[in-house]
T-cell receptor, first 113, second 114 residues
Framework: SQQGEEDPQALSIQEGENATMNCSYK?????LQWYRQNSGRGLVHLIL?????REKHSGRLRVTLDTSKKSSSLLITASRAADTASYFC?????????????FGTGTRLTIIP | DVKVTQSSRYLVKRTGEKVFLECVQD?????MFWYRQDPGLGLRLIYF???????EKGDIPEGYSVSREKKERFSLILESASTNQTSMYLC?????????????FGDGTRLSIL
């Protein structure tokens, strides 16, 4: 079953602008992770935020988590052409003792030079 | 850096063939995973393994089996390939409890079943 759902499905912005993607999930979680996937390649881990954290930064990335709304957002500031990729959120599935992650369907981000 | 290597980037097989997809990781990770990725469906977990010779079914195990004889190697087997198994297959590994650690992915195998 799909745990995370990203919104929007696709996003196009001008280079230099900020990009915001959202993720909603259904059940309680211990942490939430964000991944990036360049076309034709595997996923690359970006950031992990624990359920007791509200915000986390890594370079130009900012992730927020609102467990009361069961949602997270990923903000990429000062976007670059190299940020063009699909972005996925993933959550630990309590039904499997937190051994596995469940991924959403992703947001496809296009940065227009 | 963690390196997860999948044996083939592209593979074409025929219906009914037995197909082996190989994955090797070089970081002594306990956990290894096989996913398939289809447009509009995201990543779906086929099988995972948390130790040598151990395996657990994921969300869509039907038509697949796995083998983990050595810690660094995790094989996905399509017992009798069918056209609906045409997909991108991704292998990943992680240390410790899978959901609490980042997963490291290979570059995928794009499998076509004719």
């Amino acid at each position: 079953s799909q745990q995370g759902e990203e919104d929007p499905q696709a996003l196009s912005i001008q280079e230099g602008e900020n990009a915001t993607m959202n993720c909603s999930y259904k059940t309680s979680i211990n942490n939430l992770q964000w991944y990036r996937q360049n076309s034709g390649r595997g996923l690359v881990h970006l950031i992990l935020i624990r359920s007791n954290e509200r915000e986390k930064h890594s370079g130009r990335l900012r992730v927020t988590l609102d467990t009361s709304k069961k949602s997270s957002s990923l903000l990429i500031t000062a976007s670059r052409a190299a940020d063009t990729a699909s972005y996925f959120c993933a959550t630990g599935d309590p039904n499997f003792g937190n051994e596995k992650l469940t991924f959403g369907t992703g947001t496809r981000l296009t940065i227009i030079p | 850096d963690v390196k997860v290597t999948q044996s083939s980037r592209y593979l074409v097989k025929r219906t009914g063939e037995k197909v082996f997809l190989e994955c090797v990781q070089d970081m002594d990770h306990e956990n290894m995973f096989w996913y398939r990725q289809d447009p509009g469906l995201g990543l779906r977990l086929i099988y995972f393994s948390y130790d040598v010779k151990m395996k657990e079914k994921g969300d869509i195990p039907e038509g697949y089996s796995v083998s983990r004889e050595k810690k660094e190697r995790f094989s996905l087997i399509l017992e009798s390939a069918s056209t609906n198994q045409t997909s991108m297959y991704l292998c990943a590994s992680s240390s410790g409890q899978g959901a609490f650690q980042p997963q490291h992915f290979g570059d995928g195998t794009r499998l076509s079943i004719l």
